[in-house]
């Protein structure tokens, strides 16, 4: 197992975040027979879970993702056995030409006791998730929203390092170097996501970037990303003029850290008056596919395929009910969509 000490004693060598992997194609594909579909459309889904994610076998998903005209499937790996299932179905997919983008994250490493820890924890899932995916898995998002639980309260906008808990950030840090660490080692030429997040929580990304933390402490070990993964949703207004002082999110994660973007989850709220409305609006689906070409937008990830509140998720934000059978009038809405707006 790598050991977490020298990761440290290294981190002043790794490449600056900012160009590290800045040598890109702006229309990524996936090889499947003598076709190369694009990956620009997707949806995420749970197939680790229960529900319909369970009730529904994988040549129905497939055939749902099909229909909806999505070439990328996100689905979260947290232990072995759920990369197990992500291997499983990613063999079937394939077939079919839908790829899987694999969302790798420890349980709760919020809750372990410091940084070595969630580093070792993150390394021994990043290794699993990058041993038993390989060939099959190109794209790994490490870690979730590890913004949520660093930040220090809902009234901190997230742009500032002063905004996060230093010890919180520290392990946060330690997870996502060990993912990494883990990853690559199993799987070198794995495409590495930066664990996604949203609003104008960029502060957390520019710590890792510059390798500083809340505490104002510089010199620590930076993590090398390939792709900035970033989440937004329908309460959350324009991404390109964001919070009182309109902040282009999008310019400003292409500005600093030079490379693509994936939008890894858009969606919109349960309470929504016009969701399917919301979903091909110049703040979702329109705007993205207008603005792709000028900040290098690579991906976006519908959230999610189905309901889940009542068997314990996020809540209904399917295109889908939890029969797993059921379409939503959402579902026609994006599926005409991607229709009429194929992209590369």
């Excluded at 600056?16 to 003598?34: I, V, W, Y």
Aim: charged share 20%.
């Amino acid at each position: 197992m790598a050991s977490f000490v020298g990761m440290l004693l290294c981190g002043s060598s790794l490449v600056d975040a900012r160009t590290a992997g800045s040598e890109h194609s702006n229309n990524p594909k996936m090889q499947c027979g003598s076709r190369s579909p694009g990956v620009f459309y997707g949806v995420a889904g749970h197939i680790e879970h229960r529900g319909a994610y369970r009730s529904s076998d994988y040549d129905l998903q497939i055939s749902q993702l099909r229909d909806l005209g999505v070439t990328i499937y996100a689905q979260d790996v947290s232990n072995e056995e759920s990369a197990h299932m992500v291997a499983d179905f990613a063999r079937q997919a394939a077939k079919q030409c839908i790829g899987v983008l694999a969302l790798v994250t420890p349980f709760e490493p919020q809750k372990r006791a410091n940084e070595e820890e969630t580093y070792e924890r993150g390394y021994a899932l990043g290794k699993t998730a990058g041993t038993v995916l390989k060939g099959l898995v190109t794209y790994y998002q490490v870690g979730n929203e590890y913004d949520n639980w660093t930040i220090l309260g809902s009234d901190r906008s997230g742009e500032h390092p002063s905004d996060y808990d230093n010890a919180m950030f520290m392990k946060a840090r330690g997870s996502i170097l060990g993912l990494i660490k883990g990853i690559r080692g199993a799987n070198p030429d794995a495409k590495i996501l930066l664990t996604s997040f949203s609003w104008l929580h960029y502060g957390f990304t520019d710590m890792l970037a510059a390798g500083t933390q809340p505490d104002g402490s510089k010199g620590h070990p930076i993590p090398k990303w390939d792709i900035t993964a970033w989440h937004w949703y329908s309460n959350m207004g324009s991404i390109t003029a964001a919070g009182g002082q309109k902040v282009d999110v999008l310019k400003r994660l292409r500005d600093s850290y030079g490379k693509p973007i994936w939008i890894t989850e858009y969606g919109v709220r349960p309470n929504h008056a016009d969701p399917g409305g919301y979903l091909v609006s110049k703040d979702a689906l329109g705007g993205f596919v207008s603005m792709a070409k000028t900040y290098d937008i690579q991906n976006v990830t519908l959230y999610e395929l189905y309901d889940d509140q009542r068997f314990g998720g996020d809540g209904n934000y399917g295109v889908i009910h939890d029969d797993g059978r059921t379409h939503k009038a959402r579902f026609d809405v994006v599926r005409d969509f991607i229709k009429a707006n194929p992209m590369p």
